[in-house]
């Protein structure tokens, strides 16, 4: 069973519709969580840290639910360039360093 | 600043031939990680530095070498290319507090196919 699992996608949605990305993780000491984003063939970049009590950056908004190890991503009004995929990470602590565990990422294609 | 470089940006190469690929960053950061991507895979960690001077094994160390050449640099080598590490290969770069956490920055990556 991977560490960090996500839906693969692709997601196709139209320009300003509404799109909601979901993430499991496995283990239960895991002690931070980001979302990256990562354009076709170009490097991850961080997109937004995932709070307990949830956090949102403009049409972004980011949901942790550590009882069921669940973390959710939205994206309101979406954008032809919210196009690319969207990778869940996990941050463990593992032999005195902080481990990040990556998901496979989901990818969303916005559409006109 | 340019943030995280790397060289080359391709590369092919036969089976048993060896490449190192050369990753430097100017943002005066502590650590320093070499991942792999493969489709329908995360990012693997096969790598990491987390000051000059110091390296230590990720989760896909196998068949890869690196050296931590000052702060700044930091190379990967394959000593004897196999068809497996067929990958795109990603150097990152953070401040890196243990207990804290600081964000990766990543580099543009090489893509490497072995044939």
């Known amino acids: 069973r991977k560490e960090v699992e996500q839906d693969p996608g692709p997601f196709n949605v139209p320009e300003g519709a509404t799109v909601a990305f979901n993430c499991t993780y496995s283990?239960?000491?895991?002690?931070?969580f980001f979302w990256y984003r990562q354009d076709c063939r170009k490097e991850p970049k961080l997109l937004m840290s995932?709070?307990?009590s949830g956090n949102e950056d403009g049409r972004f908004t980011a949901q942790l639910n550590r009882a069921s190890q669940y973390i959710s991503l939205l994206i309101r009004d979406s954008k032809l360039s919210d196009s690319a995929t969207y990778l869940c990470?996990?941050?463990?602590?593992?032999?005195?360093?902080?481990?990040?565990?990556f998901g496979a990422g989901t990818r969303l294609a916005v559409h006109p | 600043n340019a943030g995280v470089t790397q060289t080359p940006k391709f590369q092919v190469l036969k089976t048993g031939q060896s490449m190192t690929l050369q990753c430097a960053q100017d943002?005066?950061?502590?650590?320093m990680y070499w991942y792999r991507q493969d489709p329908g895979m995360g990012l693997r960690l096969i790598y990491y530095?987390?000051?000059?001077?110091?390296?230590d094994k990720g989760e896909v160390p196998n068949g890869y070498n690196v050296s931590r050449l000052n702060k700044r640099e930091f190379s990967l080598r394959l000593e004897s290319a196999a068809p497996s590490q067929t990958s795109v290969y990603f150097c990152?770069?953070?401040?890196?507090?243990?207990?804290?956490?600081?964000?990766?920055?990543f580099g543009p990556g090489t893509r490497l196919t072995v044939l």
């Open positions: 530095s987390a000051s000059e001077g110091t390296t």
């Open positions: 990470v996990v941050m463990v602590l593992s032999g005195g360093y902080n481990k990040l565990i």
């Open positions: 283990n239960s000491a895991s002690q931070s």
């Open positions: 943002m005066n950061h502590n650590s």
């Open positions: 995932v709070y307990s």
């Open positions: 990152a770069s953070s401040e890196a507090r243990i207990f804290s956490y600081n964000e990766q920055f």
